[in-house]
């Protein structure tokens, strides 16, 4: 069982800044690739941001520039740091972890971007 524990969402203004963590326990393969998603009302989850083992990274063409995605040496935490933020990037942002166990999700942390 994988359980991934998310930190760091909270409310900030348009413009402003907000760091996101996960840190994952359990019994995982630390070659895996750590993700992190989000989902706002009436929108479908989509990816923000993946980093693989390898420390490869895929960001979303709608917050690059804007996002870092990193991780810790152990393989078992991620990290998102956002910059000028703004208010469609608001709604819930969920961790994600995928090895050849399969795919873990977090409860997800709220993110709220006021204008």
């Known amino acids: 069982q994988v359980h991934l524990a998310e930190s760091g969402g909270g409310s900030v203004q348009a413009g402003g800044s907000l760091s996101l963590s996960c840190a994952a326990s359990g019994t995982f393969d630390r070659a895996n690739v750590m993700a992190w998603f989000r989902q706002s009302p009436g929108n479908k989850r989509e990816l923000v941001a993946s980093?693989?083992?390898?420390?490869?990274?895929n960001v979303s063409a709608s917050v690059k520039g804007r996002v870092t995605i990193s991780r810790g040496n152990a393989k078992d935490t991620v990290n998102l740091q956002m910059n000028g933020l703004k208010p469609e990037d608001s709604g819930v942002y969920y961790c994600?972890?995928?090895?050849?166990?399969?795919?873990?999700w977090g409860q997800g942390t709220q993110v709220t971007v006021s204008s």
């Open positions: 980093i693989s083992s390898g420390d490869e990274t």
């Open positions: 994600n972890l995928v090895d050849w166990g399969g795919s873990f």
